[in-house]
């Protein structure tokens, strides 16, 4: 990872793209919703869909979340899809 790439939201991200998340926004209850999935700063992802839900592989588990809070998901960008 480089350190000066810039992060891009999770929603922005082609289907089939690896990155690591790095902030999941200020809000409390969404972030605590976002907690509570596994989606923490750091993780490794893989975008695997991104309709009707967006579809995330994180390690072992996979995570479905909506749009709103695919928009609050910063990530860096490993492989683009």
Not at 55 to 80: C, H, R
Request: aromatic share 6%; glycine share 10%; no cysteine.
């Amino acid at each position: 990872m480089k350190k000066n790439q810039a992060a891009v939201k999770l929603t922005e991200l082609k289907k089939g793209s690896n990155g690591i998340i790095k902030d999941i926004g200020t809000d409390w209850e969404k972030s605590r919703k976002l907690l509570t999935l596994g989606i923490l700063p750091g993780e490794e992802f893989t975008l695997l869909q991104k309709y009707p839900v967006i579809l995330l592989k994180l390690g072992y588990s996979f995570v479905a979340v909506d749009e709103s809070l695919g928009e609050k998901i910063q990530v860096i960008i490993q492989n683009e899809g």
